[in-house]
């Protein structure tokens, strides 16, 4: 089984900027599709962003623009930048990976991070 931990989360003010991280352990995910999701206290968990096996990327309405996803294989780490953050960007942030190299199937997940965008 894969096992994810992010990191990097914290508290931000807005219009700044941070990166999260996810490192994958006990196997390479690099034939996996990755993605972070978020909940917001009191909401339904959300995607947020998703890479798959070849590199190509999707990023969710609310985020587009100001968030972007990346892998590198090679450290077996999928990260989220987040810039020009917003209030409404509160929430904890977790990965999850796909091991069909996709988005169908999240089979893996991580503790979650909570990150906090202060007014």
């Known amino acids: 089984q894969v096992q994810l931990v992010e990191s990097g989360g914290g508290l931000v003010q807005a219009g700044g900027s941070l990166r999260l991280s996810c490192l994958a352990s006990?196997?390479?995910?690099?034939?996996?599709?990755l993605a972070w999701f978020r909940q917001a206290p009191g909401k339904e968990r959300e995607f947020v962003a998703g890479?798959?096996?070849?590199?190509?990327?999707a990023t969710a309405d609310s985020v587009k623009g100001r968030f972007s996803i990346s892998r590198d294989n090679a450290k077996n780490t999928v990260y989220l930048q987040m810039n020009n953050m917003k209030p409404e960007d509160t929430a904890v942030y977790y990965c999850?990976?796909?091991?069909?190299?996709?988005?169908?199937?999240?089979?893996?997940w991580g503790q979650g991070t909570q990150v906090t965008v202060s007014s």
């Open positions: 999850a990976a796909d091991s069909r190299g996709g988005f169908s199937d999240m089979t893996y």
């Open positions: 890479i798959n096996w070849k590199g190509d990327t």
């Open positions: 006990r196997r390479t995910v690099r034939g996996y599709g």
